[in-house]
């Protein structure tokens, strides 16, 4: 299980007031006052997530102000990065962003849909549990270790494989034309999308086995074979919970650090082909935050730390309603 | 309308087809899965050659030397994480009563949103927060910066653990409790969050193994030192930012010792993670 909402857990319903249950008798006075006293402790660690999650966007945005007045709304268009003059555009960041983001869902998205399709509706029950359970754990992989195969394994085979192949092949479209580097928005991509396809198998399939189990009869008794159960009942049933987990997945992919910082060649440029060099806005902002000289510099990283906040928070607030809604349609498996 | 007979060789296509989109499927499990063997044995494979007993106990040899070790970063990742389980934990697991115990209502509803919300904010943003609310006052780099961020980290993973393992306690033994003439604080304290303690901790195990490999939150809180760290309020090195200043430098000898931490601190995450999904039977939640 992947998101944890206990609304749809064999819950207890709320316990009943402490007034009502231990009140009235002689010695609930200490127990009044510690009941206060506790109530108030935990409500007061509450308050202070609200706090600390307001309090992120709240100094980002302070500290960014600087470079917010200096270039406005221009900063996200801005193709110039350029410390030395105080020129400051995010444009190359976000396009890099988007770029693998997008690539790595790509790939992600049919095999993980894929995977959770055999595990959810072929695999027996306990052969598909062995298999999350691995596949949870490839989620567990830091981020780090990850960069480190990047820059070892999978920056030497794109560079002496996969782009010369495609660059033969597909060359004649922009998107796989230049020099094959190793490093570039294809590698981040690819790196991505591993990272990100345990999110999408384990909420697809999570999703996947809550469909009602006389949606699933019902389609068997009118002749329809597992395969066709599959695609007609399940995955419609399922869309809006694998529609939560691929945003969850983006959310995932666009905040990504370190995996991409090391296999992307950290260029701020903006070019069509998939083997050039890029960047990405984590990864600006991983490279040369200590280095930042200047506030206009340090405010102008601290702007793409609150884009970069800003589009995760929006993306994180789809997904969880998403996945929310379907789990909250009643489904039991 | 009419009645078709049965075309069983239509229906036969049918199955066929399902079979080998059935398969095709399976393949792209067994593709992921192999994925997961493939780092497994490639960081295993070259780990293990780079380990030796110098890698546990020596100081990093000065840039271009041969030899030496990540003790000192060893040391400071254990440092980070107990400070992070000092900042985190506490906020964590009393939300997490307050929910499970008093929030079926709607600030509780918007509390759990801003919990998984914040769930989902990219570590190198809580890295920013931690660097605007300590480096930045403090003009250095700290310790405390570094496990600021990862506590902060730690916060979502520890709230819904919390909430759901109580939530599991039977409203019965609550009620017991209740009709004993036990305050409603007394029954959590001493009966509810005993009830619920393994699967907490279990929780606990969790996140810890999730931040130990954070890195990025690190970069510029905690920075990197070469040597043993003097203190919360100095910079302190860890291993996953060791693992990437070695990764990216040009010397053969660092990615050989890059390797070896990338093992240990795998193996350190993945043996916490499974120890703590075998110590619940339901599998538990990442």
Known sequence: MFVLAPEHLPASPPAPHSREAAGGSSFSRSGKWGDRLFHGTALSFSTGILLLTGGIGASLWRNSSLSRHAFGWKFLVGRVWDPVAGQFGALPFLYGTILTSALALLIAVPLGVGAAIFLSELAPRRLSDIMSFLIELLAAVPSVIYGLLGIFVLVPLVRQFLEPVLGKTLGFLPLFSGPPYGVGFLSAGLILAVMIIPFIITVTREVMLSTPKLLREAAMALGATRWEVATTVVLPFARSGISGAIFLALARALGETMAVTMVIGNTPVVSASLFSPGYTMAAVLANEFTEATGDLYLNALIEIGLVLFGATLIVNALAQLLVWSVKNRGGRR | ?286
């Open chain 2, 1 to 286: 309308m009419t009645l078709v007979a049965f075309d069983s060789g239509r229906y036969r296509r049918r199955k066929l087809f399902g079979r080998l989109a059935f398969a095709s499927t399976a393949l792209c499990a067994a593709g992921v899965l192999s994925a997961l063997f493939f780092i497994l044995g490639y960081l295993w494979v070259h780990g293990i050659s780079s380990l030796n007993w110098d890698f546990f106990t020596k100081l990093p040899k000065p840039v271009g030397e041969t030899g030496g070790g990540m003790a000192n970063a060893l040391v400071g990742s254990a440092e980070l994480l107990c400070m992070a389980g000092l900042f985190g934990l506490p906020m964590g697991v009393f939300a997490g009563i307050y929910l499970s115990e008093y929030g079926h209502n709607r600030f509780g509803a918007v509390v759990r949103y801003t919990t998984d919300i914040l769930n989902g904010v990219p570590s190198i943003v809580v890295g920013i927060f931690a660097y605007t609310l300590f480096v930045l006052p403090m003009r250095k780099f700290t310790a405390l910066a570094g496990g600021a961020a990862l506590g902060a980290m730690m916060i979502p993973i520890a709230v819904r653990t919390t909430e759901e393992f109580m939530n599991l306690v039977p409203i019965s033994v609550r009620e017991a409790a209740y009709a004993l003439g036990i305050p409603r604080w007394k029954t959590v304290v001493f009966i509810v969050i005993p009830t619920a303690m393994r699967g907490i901790v279990t929780g606990i195990m969790l996140d810890f193994a999730r931040v130990a490999g954070e890195t990025a939150p690190l970069l510029f809180t905690a920075f990197g030192n070469r040597y043993w760290s003097r203190g919360i309020l100095e910079p302190t090195s860890s291993l996953p930012v060791m693992i990437y200043t070695y990764a990216i430098s040009p010397y053969e000898d660092w990615h050989r010792q890059a390797w070896a931490a990338g093992l240990v601190l795998l193996t350190l995450v993945l043996v916490m993670g499974v120890l703590a999904r075998f110590a619940v039977r339901r599998p538990a939640t990442v």
